[in-house]
């Protein structure tokens, strides 16, 4: 497994020289791979949300490890087990989704110990931040009064909260030769690639909370946070082909469906095809790009990835790219073939009312459009098809360099047999 992450101000934070509120971070090595993803809120009384963001990461991957390395001795684990998560099949739970019946009890248990334990420790941490350090020159030329007001009235009484300020969602992904879990607080969409019956799919496994609706979400700050984790796992061997977390400036520009499923799709072949630091500047770069045609919000991404047999992965992933397209064509066929009946039901143009004009003007506009997209579709397919090809040319090459001995190894070798 490997890992990459980046984070990166919004197109809108220019103007007022607002701070990233995002931040994420990723790690992978052989006994744990970790992906965590955190989003600030926007709101003039979260003024203080980009330090709520990075306390989290740096809190939540200290809570993780140590987790995962206790895990054997949980009072939570049944006698000689080595995790809660041992040989379970795949389970979901979602805050809201009336399944309290069928929730493993141990698993249950240990991962609300783990959520609590990163609530406390969040709030500690933020709480002492907001005692030490005092307003910045940026909080004082750019917050609203009353906010400021508030939080210095909140620091000379004892025992005062400042989650508010702080406020931020948290979206995490572990894995373990073992096992994998993630959990998530908030927006933003967390994306499985996984290969079933010899083909990639992608799900969000995670259960969405309906109360993530346009620009309102859960949050580590609210007073009951504890009950508004949602969380899946498996510890039955199997295990995604990779994991990609977004905040919801990624979705909030390319939608929750298949445009988002192609950008990391798009992401996974940079990888496999030049590497992780040149698709990481990829991602450093494009970042900025989608913020300021998309949503204009704050972006962040953070990946575990597999980088084995990666022709066999790329073959995939171009396979899915191509019968995406081609779902496009079928939907245009069929938007096409309706429009030329509705044109053909409206007989002679120059007998129609002017409504019906009107009607038969969209009908061939439509037709023109769906013509369009079935074109765009397979130039798509095309160059799909082209690109697969490039690859496996190169992979070719790749292997055939690797693997031709030079001068000093055939030499060794002849002297070898000599003895």
Request: charged share 30%.
């Amino acid at each position: 497994m490997d890992r990459i992450y980046h984070y990166c101000p919004g197109e809108s934070h220019k103007s007022t020289d607002k701070p990233c509120q995002d931040c994420a971070w990723a790690e992978s090595n052989d006994s744990l791979s970790m992906a965590i993803v955190c989003d600030g809120h926007g709101g003039e009384s979260y003024f203080r949300s980009q330090y709520g963001a990075k306390f989290a990461v740096d809190i939540t991957k200290l809570a993780v490890r140590s987790f995962v390395e206790n895990m054997g001795v949980s009072s939570y684990t049944e006698k000689g087990q080595e995790s809660v998560f041992t040989n379970k099949s795949f389970t979901e739970y979602g805050n809201n989704d009336g399944k309290e019946h069928e929730i493993d009890e141990h698993a249950h248990k240990a991962l609300v110990w783990l959520f609590s334990s990163i609530i406390s420790q969040w709030n500690e941490k933020i709480a002492k931040d907001a005692l030490e350090r005092d307003l910045t020159d940026w909080e004082r030329t750019h917050v609203d009064q009353k906010y400021q007001d508030d939080f210095k009235l909140k620091r000379q009484k004892e025992g005062e909260t400042f989650e508010k300020i702080y406020g931020c969602t948290l979206m995490v992904y572990v894995q373990t030769p073992n096992y994998w879990f993630a959990f998530h607080i908030g927006d933003g969409k967390c994306v499985f690639m996984s290969i079933d019956g010899g083909k990639l799919i992608c799900q969000q496994p995670i259960p969405w909370d309906e109360k993530c609706f346009l620009n309102k979400t859960t949050s580590l700050c609210d007073s009951r946070a504890i009950e508004e984790f949602r969380y899946c796992f498996q510890g039955n061997g199997e295990f995604p082909l990779a994991v990609f977390l977004g905040s919801d400036g990624l979705d909030d520009s390319f939608g929750d469906g298949e445009v988002l499923n192609n950008f990391y799709i798009q992401l996974y072949k940079q990888i496999i095809k030049s590497g992780n630091e040149t698709a990481n500047n990829v991602l450093k770069k494009s970042l900025p790009e989608i913020s300021a045609r998309g949503s204009k919000d704050d972006m962040s991404v953070a990946c575990i990835y597999s980088d084995s047999d990666l022709k066999r992965v790329f073959e995939l992933l171009i396979t899915y790219q191509k019968e995406w397209q081609q779902t496009l064509i079928n939907n245009a066929e069929d938007k096409f073939k309706a429009c030329l009946s509705k044109i053909d039901s409206f007989g002679n143009p120059e007998k129609l009312s002017q409504d019906q004009q009107i009607n038969l003007n969209y009908a061939l506009k439509d037709k023109d459009k769906a013509e369009n997209a079935i074109k765009k579709a397979r130039a798509r397919i095309r160059e799909l098809n082209d690109e697969m090809d490039r690859f496996i040319r190169g992979h070719k090459k790749h292997v055939q360099s690797n693997h031709k001995p030079n001068k000093v190894s055939r030499h060794l070798s002849i002297k070898k047999n000599k003895k």
